[in-house]
């Protein structure tokens, strides 16, 4: 059973994407958001893709706001409210199993792959002009995993558009 919190300790935790709905009792509302806002965060890093940063306020504020308005609710109201995983809808579904959401997902994954892949084209080229020796060694050591990373993404893009779901009456 879900209780009333402490407002000034809901504020605070409410500062951190998925901890307010934590302290509040979502625990898996809140670790949807804390996987979604430091994946985020971990994948503009490791991608080197800044053009994703612009997601990170999105999903800041939209818990911290959520945090706050679910303290906001009587305690009837609260208990009413299931803890659920953001990516499973209300029924239970998965949305990675229907079929457009998996389409998007997809293409969405193939675009950052292969944004990344230029862009370390374009990056390499650079300072293979610039310097040649420390050019190789960058080759090995960090541009590889990066490369590998964005094949990777590429592939499990290609994958779920691969993915055919049985028919179930005309699912469009």
């Given amino acids: 059973m879900k209780q009333k919190r402490n407002g000034f300790l809901t504020f605070c935790f409410a500062c951190l994407p998925g901890a307010g709905q934590m302290f509040l009792g979502f625990m898996r509302r809140g670790i949807s958001l804390m996987v979604m806002f430091f994946g985020v965060v971990g994948l503009a890093s490791l991608l080197q893709m800044d053009i994703l940063l612009l997601a990170v306020p999105v999903i800041w504020f939209y818990a911290f706001f959520d945090a706050m308005n679910k303290h906001a609710l009587s305690v009837e109201e ?61 080759g090995i050591f960090y541009y590889s995993p990066r490369v590998l990373f964005s094949l990777l993404i590429i592939g499990v893009g290609l994958y779920l558009i691969g993915i055919r779901k049985p028919d179930q009456g005309g699912d469009a």
Avoid at 78 to 90: Q, S, V
Avoid at 105 to 125: E, F, N, P, R, T
Wanted: proline letters at 3%; glycine letters at 4%; aromatic letters at 10%.
């Fill in 78 to 138: 609260i208990n009413a409210i299931p803890d659920r995983f953001l990516w499973i809808e209300e029924d239970g579904v998965q949305l990675l199993t229907q079929r457009k959401s998996r389409m998007i997902v997809a293409v969405v994954l193939i675009i950052l792959g292969i944004y990344s892949l230029l862009q370390m084209i374009w990056d390499v080229l650079s300072d293979a002009l610039i310097n040649l020796p420390s050019w190789i060694y960058e």
